[in-house]
T-cell receptor, first 112, second 113 residues
Framework: QKEVEQNSGPLSVPEGAIASLNCTYSDRGSQSFFWYRQYSGKSPELIMFIYSNGDKEDGRFTAQLNKASQYVSLLIRDSQPSDSATYLCAVILTGGGNKLTFGTGTQLKVEL | AAGVIQSPRHLIKEKRETATLKCYPIPRHDTVYWYQQGPGQDPQFLISFYEKMQSDKGSIPDRFSAQQFSDYHSELNMSSLELGDSALYFC????????????FGSGTQLSVL
């Protein structure tokens, strides 16, 4: 079992809809969670981070964290074609220093 | 704002050759990380440095070595290259006091023929 798991997708949503991306992690002691967006052949770009249970909103993005259930999700409202990318969930594991452990990513396709 | 700078952007080598990848972190960032990303895979942590000292080590082959210099730039040295080393190599930097947010460079695409 991977330490950070995501559905690889592709997840297809129509333009203007809400895209929901999910991530589960195995280390119950993890405290720091990140969402990165990566376009093909490009570097990961940090779009959200969350440390506390609950929701955190930033523009069209909302990160949700539930430590009891060990999942973190990313909601993208009013999805645009430019949101089409791979979304990587990343976690700092207990005893892992400050390095990020990534999930395999979910490919999102926003269709016109 | 200044970002993480990596060079070269693309590198083509033959088997058994050596390669050196360079990374210039965001100014004032004190930690550098190296990641390897194969096609369709997630980034895999290789090694990190904090204040010029190795701070963590991941799945880095013995053929690879890295260091961070006094100006905080870092170099990843890769020897006896194998076909399987073909990947995107990312450098990321962070400031320890900013809750571990990593910012990535554009990466070096290494192709081993």
């Amino acid at each position: 079992q991977k330490e950070v798991e995501q559905n690889s997708g592709p997840l297809s949503v129509p333009e203007g809809a809400i895209a929901s991306l999910n991530c589960t992690y195995s280390d119950r002691g993890s405290q720091s969670f990140f969402w990165y967006r990566q376009y093909s052949g490009k570097s990961p770009e940090l779009i959200m981070f969350i440390y506390s249970n609950g929701d955190k909103e930033d523009g069209r993005f909302t990160a949700q964290l539930n430590k009891a259930s060990q999942y973190v999700s990313l909601l993208i409202r009013d999805s645009q074609p430019s949101d089409s990318a791979t979304y990587l969930c990343a976690v700092i594991l207990t005893g892992g220093g400050n390095k990020l452990t990534f999930g395999t990513g979910t490919q999102l396709k926003v269709e016109l | 704002a200044a970002g993480v700078i990596q060079s070269p952007r693309h590198l083509i080598k033959e088997k058994r050759e050596t390669a050196t990848l360079k990374c210039y972190p965001i100014p004032r960032h004190d930690t550098v990380y190296w990641y390897q990303q194969g096609p369709g895979q997630d980034p895999q942590f290789l090694i990190s440095f904090y204040e010029k000292m190795q701070s963590d080590k991941g799945s880095i082959p013995d053929r690879f070595s890295a260091q961070q210099f006094s100006d905080y730039h870092s170099e990843l040295n890769m020897s006896s290259l194998e076909l399987g080393d073909s990947a995107l190599y990312f450098c990321a930097s962070s400031l320890k006091t900013t809750n571990e947010k990593l910012f990535f460079g554009s990466g070096t695409q290494l192709s081993v023929l």
